[in-house]
């Protein structure tokens, strides 16, 4: 029997819990179920990698040794596919430089074992709320621009314009802050899941490939440089 813990309320969740030992994954779910939230569980990567495509998850809960497929590896295939559901990274691996491996493959947080299971509860639901839709959005558009999030399609004065999964996720935070400064920070943290700077040119070089694909052969640039302070989509800035 789980302890009775005050586990506040939220709204219920749909989970991916990606985890090779069977006992503390029916724990889990259990204590999930117990605070009002539902956890499908997956023994192994290859079919946490099955489930998180075919389904629709608030958030994944993911142990990073695990067999068939790693859980860095799984949650990286998913980053490239341009899956953007909230990871937590469960590890016996606590050091720092684990936990910015763990980060740099694209989870969103890091969780070290051993742990409590109203910390887990707290950090699943702070990832859910960050990674709820703004909007109800589907389609984002700027002067001839237009991107389809559900059909993952991207034309400019209708032409289809082929993009990299990264490519997409960079234009689709820059439309969806159109006429906005969006700092290298904000790119960092929500088109790499980087919480830190890698001091590399890996923005800058992603954002001249995707100007080169929106702008080139235009005569309006929408894809704009902000001297200092960052990039902006905006059609017609001088």
């Not at 919480?195 to 929106?214: A, E, G, Y």
């Amino acid at each position: 029997m789980i302890a009775n813990l005050d586990l506040g309320s939220s709204n219920p969740m749909r989970l991916l819990l990606v985890e090779d030992d069977r006992d503390a994954a029916e724990y889990l779910r259990k204590a999930f179920k117990e605070a009002g939230h539902v956890a499908d569980l997956a023994g192994d990567g290859e079919e946490g990698l099955a489930l998180a495509l075919d389904g629709k998850y608030d958030v994944m809960i993911v142990d990073r040794m695990l067999p068939q497929r790693d859980g860095l590896s799984l949650v990286s295939e998913l980053r490239g596919r341009g899956h953007t559901t909230p990871v937590l990274i469960l590890s016996a691996l606590g050091q720092v430089d684990d936990r910015v491996q763990g980060l740099r493959a694209g989870g969103d947080d890091y969780l070290p074992k051993p742990y409590a299971f109203t910390e887990l509860l707290a950090r699943v639901e702070a990832l859910s709320r960050r990674g709820a839709p703004q909007a109800a959005e589907t389609v984002y558009k700027v002067a001839d621009l237009e991107l389809d999030r559900l059909s993952h399609s991207v034309t400019r004065g209708g032409k289809e314009i082929v993009l990299q999964p990264r490519e997409f996720r960079l234009l689709e935070y820059l439309m969806r802050h159109a006429g906005q400064v969006v700092t290298r920070t904000m790119l960092l943290e929500n088109v790499w899941d980087y919480h830190f700077d890698p001091q590399t040119n890996v923005i800058d070089v992603h954002v001249s490939r995707l100007r080169s694909k929106i702008d080139k052969g235009f005569e309006v640039p929408l894809i704009h440089t902000v001297r200092g302070a960052g990039y902006m989509v905006r059609a017609g800035l001088k």
